[in-house]
C-alpha cells in the first residue's frame, strides 16, 4: 500500500547524517495518522495461485493425454484433443508467465529504491516484459541482472509449452477386438456327411417290426481328397478365418489314434505279411514296409531295419474318441494351429460295417428317409470314415529292392518318407533326411492331427459353424500415441523457473513492505514531485521535443533519456517518489533522495511500519 503524499519523516541513513524533511499540512493530518505500511494480500496470493494453478494444468494435461494413450482414434476425435490439449498448453503459460511477470514487477521496484537509473533505462525495465528491444539497453542489463533474467523467462516459458502438444500423435498399430463370430468346425456328429452308406428300410409286416439298414460303403471323395493333400503336403490345409488377423480357441470332441508298439500278436501278422523268416528262395519277395487296415478299426505298420541281420518293427494305431483344446491363429497370410490339450477319454468301437435301426411296430412307415440317430454308436462311422481315407495314403507295400513297380503306397511321400526309418528305401538315393527325429509311431499321430486340423477348411457339409465364439481380431487402425518424457520435461522446467521468479517476488515483497504494480496509478503516485515537471521542460530544446514531451509521445527526447533517476523520499516531501540524482553526486543519500528500506515508521504519522 502507497503512503499519503503528505507523510514526512526523519531517515536516518548509515552514510550521512540525519536529514531534516519538511513538516507536513495540517490538512493531511489525519491521512498520516492512518497510513501504516503494508503488504497486500493481492499479489503474494496472486503468485502462489498463479503457479499452483499452473503446476495443476500441467498436471491435468499429462493425465488427460495418459488416458487417451492406446486409445482408438475414432472414440476421440483428434482434432478434439488437439484442441483439449492446445487449451491445456495456453493456460499453463498463461498462468506461469503471469506468476513470474507478476514476480518481476515487485523485484523492479527493490531495484529502484537501491539504484539510480537513466529514464531510457527506466522504460527498458518497464517495458522489458512486452517489448523485446528492451534488452537492448546495458544500462538495463547491468542495473537489473535479476530482473532482466525474469523478464527473459516470460519470453521463453511460452517457447516450451510448443512441445507438449506434440506429445500426442497418432500411429498406426495393431488394436485387439473382441468378437462373437461363428466359425467352421468339423460335423462329426452327421455321420453320412463324411461316408458313404447304403440306406435301406424294410417295412414290419404283422408282428415284424419295420428295420432301418446303414451300410457303410468308403469315405467321401472330398475327405480322401483332403488326408491326400495333408498327409503328403506336410501341414494343415488353409482355413479360412473368420475376420482379419483372427485368434480364438475351440475345445471340441474328435477322433484321435493312438499308436504304440506292436505286440507279439501283431508282431507275428506282420512277421507273415512281410515274408519273414526268409529263406534264399524268397529273399526278393520280401517286403521292406507294410501297412494295413484290420477289421477296419486298427492301423498296423510294419518296416525292416538292416543292423546285423533284418529286424522287425511294428506299430499299431486305434482310434479314440478325444477332447480337444486347440487355438488358431490367423496373421495376415500366416495360419498357425496349436494343440494346448488332448484327452483321451476312450476307444471308439466300430460294430462291424452295418448299423442297424429296429423300429417300434407303431412308427410310421418312411421310405425315402433314414432314421438318422443321433446315437453316438451311428456317429462313430465319421471317425471310421477318418481312419479309411487316413489309411488309404499309408497302407501298401514296399519290397527290399526298391524300383517304381514295387511301391504300392505313397507313404514316400510324407513326412515318413524324409525320417529315419523309411528314407533309405526310396529309389532316389542318395535322399536328405528332413526329419531326423521323426520316428513313424509319431508321424504317424502327427500326420493324423494335420489331418483332422485340416478339416476345419474343408467345404460342404463336412464342417459347420458354431455360433458365437470369442474371436480375438487384430485389426490394424490408428491409435494415440502419448510420448510422456517430452511433455514431463517441457512442463518440468517451465514450472521450475516459475517456481523460481515466485521465491525472488516474495523476497522483493519482504523487502518493499508494499506489493507493487506497473500500472498508471502506480506510475501516477510515484512521480508527484515538481523536480520531475522541471526537467520535462527544460529538456525540450526542439520543436519535436516540445511536442514529444507535452504529449509523452515517443522518441524520447536524448536530453531527457539520460537523465538519471532514483525511487525514495525526496528533501522536502513526505511521499516517496522519483527524483532527479545530478551526476558527481551518488552516495547513500543521492542528492537527497533517500533509500527506502530500513524506514521503519511512516513520516511524522508515529505508526510503525510492519
Known amino acids: 500500500m502507497e503512503k499519503s ?179 467352421k468346425a468339423p460335423n462329426f456328429t452327421a455321420a453320412e456327411t463324411f461316408v458313404n452308406f447304403n440306406f435301406h428300410h424294410t417295412p414290419g409286416q404283422g408282428s415284424r417290426q419295420p428295420v432301418d439298414t446303414a451300410n457303410y460303403q468308403k469315405p467321401i471323395a472330398q475327405l480322401s481328397r483332403l488326408a491326400s493333400i495333408a498327409l503328403i503336403g506336410g501341414d494343415i490345409v488353409s482355413i479360412e478365418s473368420p475376420a482379419p488377423n483372427a485368434t480364438y480357441t475351440l475345445q471340441f470332441f474328435g477322433p484321435s489314434v493312438q499308436c504304440d508298439t506292436a505286440n507279439s500278436t501283431t508282431m507275428d501278422i506282420l512277421s507273415l505279411r512281410m515274408g519273414y523268416p526268409l529263406s534264399a528262395s524268397t529273399v526278393t519277395e520280401a517286403l521292406a514296409y507294410t501297412a494295413v487296415l484290420n477289421n477296419q478299426e486298427q492301423l498296423l505298420v510294419g518296416w525292416t531295419e538292416t543292423v546285423n541281420g533284418t529286424q522287425i518293427h511294428g506299430v499299431l494305431c486305434e482310434l479314440y474318441n478325444t477332447s480337444y483344446t486347440v487355438h488358431f491363429n490367423f496373421t495376415n497370410t500366416l495360419q498357425t494351429v496349436d494343440l494346448l490339450d488332448r484327452t483321451i477319454i476312450n476307444p471308439t468301437a466300430i460294430s462291424g460295417s452295418t448299423y442297424v435301426i429296429v423300429r417300434d411296430i407303431t412308427a410310421p412307415v418312411n421310405t425315402t428317409q433314414f432314421d438318422k440317430s443321433t446315437s453316438p454308436v451311428f456317429q462313430t462311422y465319421s471317425y471310421l470314415g477318418l481312419l479309411t481315407a487316413f489309411a488309404n495314403v499309408i497302407v501298401g507295400n514296399l519290397s527290399i529292392a526298391v524300383d517304381a513297380t514295387d511301391s504300392t503306397t505313397s507313404v514316400l511321400n510324407t513326412k515318413l518318407g524324409f525320417g529315419p526309418d523309411l528314407n533309405t528305401l526310396a529309389s532316389e538315393q542318395p535322399r536328405s533326411i528332413l526329419f531326423p527325429n521323426l520316428t513313424i509311431q509319431a508321424g504317424l499321430e502327427e500326420m493324423w492331427f494335420n489331418f483332422t486340423m485340416s478339416l476345419f477348411g474343408a467345404d460342404g457339409n463336412v464342417t459347420k459353424y458354431n455360433e458365437s465364439t470369442a474371436v480375438t481380431s487384430d485389426i490394424i487402425q490408428n491409435i494415440f500415441q502419448y510420448n510422456t518424457l517430452d511433455l514431463f520435461l517441457a512442463y518440468f522446467f517451465s514450472v521450475l523457473v516459475a517456481t523460481f521468479a515466485t521465491l525472488v517476488g516474495i523476497r522483493a515483497l519482504y523487502i518493499n513492505r508494499v506489493s507493487y504494480a506497473a500500472n498508471f496509478s502506480s506510475i501516477l503516485r510515484t512521480t508527484r514531485n515538481p523536480n520531475l515537471d522541471q526537467i520535462v521542460r527544460n529538456t525540450a530544446s526542439t520543436e519535436l521535443d516540445t511536442k514529444c514531451n507535452c504529449m509523452g509521445a515517443k522518441p524520447l527526447p536524448k536530453s531527457l533519456k539520460g537523465k538519471q533517476l532514483k525511487f525514495g523520499i525526496p528533501n522536502g516531501s513526505g511521499h516517496a517518489s522519483f527524483d532527479v540524482v545530478e551526476e558527481g553526486q551518488d552516495g547513500a543519500q543521492e542528492d537527497g533522495v533517500q533509500y527506502i528500506r530500513g524506514i521503519t515508521e511512516c513520516p511524522g504519522s508515529g505508526h510503525q511500519a510492519p
Open 5 to 183: 503524499a503528505s507523510e514526512v519523516a526523519e531517515v536516518p541513513d548509515s552514510d550521512s547524517s540525519p536529514v531534516a524533511l519538511e513538516p507536513p499540512n495540517a490538512a493531511h493530518q489525519s491521512d498520516r495518522n492512518s497510513s501504516r505500511w503494508r503488504i497486500g494480500w493481492l499479489v503474494p496470493t496472486q503468485m502462489v495461485v498463479l503457479l499452483t494453478s499452473g503446476t495443476l494444468l500441467a498436471v491435468g494435461h499429462h493425465l488427460y493425454y495418459n488416458s487417451l494413450a492406446g486409445q482408438p482414434v475414432g472414440k476421440t476425435s483428434q482434432q478434439w484433443a488437439t484442441r483439449f490439449g492446445t487449451a491445456f498448453t495456453f493456460l499453463v503459460k498463461a498462468c506461469l508467465v503471469s506468476a513470474v511477470s507478476t514476480a518481476y514487477i515487485q523485484h523492479i521496484w527493490v531495484m529502484f529504491r537501491q539504484k539510480s537509473m537513466s529514464i531510457g533505462a527506466l522504460d527498458a525495465t518497464f517495458s522489458a516484459t512486452t517489448d523485446p528491444f528492451s534488452f537492448l539497453s546495458i544500462e538495463m542489463l547491468k542495473r537489473v541482472k535479476i530482473g532482466a533474467l525474469l523478464a527473459l523467462l516470460t519470453w521463453t516459458i511460452p517457447l516450451a509449452t510448443i512441445v507438449p502438444p506434440s506429445t500426442l500423435f497418432v500411429i498406426p498399430a495393431v488394436a485387439p477386438e473382441v468378437l462373437n463370430l461363428p466359425v
